[in-house]
């Protein structure tokens, strides 16, 4: 049997099935797009946050980071990234914390200040999981101060020998790896709250001593600590610079204000004292005298025994001076054989009394005699004393008056003692 259909019938199936496929093929596309749009939307979202990320660095937001980075290569990449980021936040703290200690150390900051700026700073500067400093006093005494956080805790005396020896100015080692078990490194042990294995030490040396120790402790040291050892050595290097100034300070100071023979207040010191004694005495309404001192016959003294004799006899004398008077009153040296003594703090009505009396003991003191080169030698001082009154308002005044009345004990009776009075200044005149 034979079927036959008509041409007309035959294309229009063929016309349905081309509309049916053509609408397959559509649908077949605009989701293979979707799926391609999503699928490069979410590659696209780590680049897009890394992008975002890397736009706040170069803003200045050294704490940002990339998160839920995966573990493609856009997960490798972010990896970098956030260790780019650390690196630069710690080179950051580090330069800014660099410049504070400069600032510090110009504005000739004292050292406990340095060290607390080092304490506060450390950990976000360089990174370690605790960090400590040890201060050396000049008499070998230990403080440790170790650095939690942002704050710093005083756990006061401490002895590591085996530390120091190492350490020492003779070594010249600029820094040291210590694993906390080694024996050397016992008594770091219990400085640390945390559970920490591995110390770097890196030393600060002034003047051919060990004058403090900076540390940075670790529970894992990293395996590239290079930058770590750079940034300590900067740091302690400061430290021996801001160190090494305060020594120097010290020492000019001492130089521009204590006599260089017998250790004594120089004149820049004593008027400074005065002046400062006068303050005080218009506020608490109390007086002030000044009593100034020349030894008879000194030149006798450096004629016969020499110089070298003439310097240990104003030694022995600045030392019985120091050693009878209060602790309130300064003596100082004005220069040649003359002394000078300040007497602050005197009530109204007694201060005549009592400065007689301590003239009268200071010249028995200094009649003592004194053994030079194997010879007992004896001298006398004449004493001048001025007292605060309308006639003195200044150190000037009171000097001037000193000196007169000093002049005129020495006229009358070498080894005596003089009050200033109008009549004095008239017979000088």
């Known amino acids: 049997m034979m079927v036959a259909n008509s041409r007309q019938a035959v294309l ?41 990320s890397t736009r706040r660095l170069a803003n200045g937001d050294m704490g940002v980071t990339v998160q839920d980075a995966g573990e493609d290569e856009f997960g490798s990449l972010a990896h970098a990234f956030n260790q780019m980021s650390d690196n630069l936040r710690y080179k950051f703290h580090m330069l800014q914390m660099l410049a504070d200690l400069d600032r510090a150390i110009l504005g000739a900051a004292g050292m406990d200040d340095l060290v607390q700026l080092v304490l506060g700073h450390i950990r976000q500067a360089i990174p370690c999981d605790s960090a400590g400093l040890i201060r050396i006093g000049a008499n070998e005494n230990e403080t440790f101060m170790v650095a939690l956080g942002e704050a710093g805790k005083t756990l006061g005396a ?42 770097l030490l890196f030393p600060s040396r002034v003047i051919g001593r060990l004058d403090s120790l900076l540390i940075l402790a670790y529970e894992k040291l990293p395996a590239d600590f290079a930058d770590i050892v750079a940034a300590g050595l900067s740091v302690a290097d400061r430290l021996a610079v801001a160190a090494s100034n305060l020594v120097w300070e010290g020492k000019l ?40 001192l020349d030894l008879d016959n000194f030149k006798q003294v450096n004629d016969s025994l020499g110089h070298a004799a003439g310097d240990v006899l104003l030694i022995e004398c600045a030392q019985r001076l120091k050693s009878h008077i209060r602790q309130s009153d300064t003596v100082a040296r004005l220069g040649g054989d003359e002394f000078i003594l300040l007497v602050p703090e005197l009530a109204p009505g007694s201060e005549s009394d009592k400065l007689e009396s301590l003239a009268r003991k200071l010249n028995e003191v200094l009649a003592l005699p004194i053994l030079i080169a194997g010879r007992q030698v004896t001298i006398s001082v004449s004493i001048g004393i001025a007292l605060l009154s309308d006639e003195a308002e200044n150190f000037e005044d009171l000097l001037r008056m000193a000196d007169a009345a000093m002049y005129e004990a020495k006229r009358q009776q070498p080894g005596g003692f003089r009050f200033y009075s109008a009549n004095i200044n008239e017979k000088a005149q």
């Open 12 to 52: 229009k199936g063929l016309e349905r099935f081309q509309q049916f496929f053509s609408a397959i093929v559509v649908a077949t596309i605009a989701l293979v797009f979707l799926l391609a749009v999503n699928q490069i939307r979410r590659q696209m979202r780590p680049l897009e946050r890394l992008t975002e």
């Open 158 to 199: 401490l002895s590591c020998p085996g530390i120091r020896e190492r350490l020492s100015p003779d070594t010249e080692q600029a820094w040291l790896h210590l694993k906390l078990d080694t024996p050397s490194a016992h008594c770091l042990r219990p400085l640390f709250d945390e559970p920490l294995k591995e110390v």
């Open 253 to 292: 100071y001492r130089q521009a204000h204590y006599d260089a023979l017998t250790d004594l207040p120089n004149r820049v010191l004593l008027r400074d004292r005065v002046e400062q004694a006068l303050v005080r005495a218009e506020r608490e309404r109390t007086s002030v005298a000044l009593m100034l």
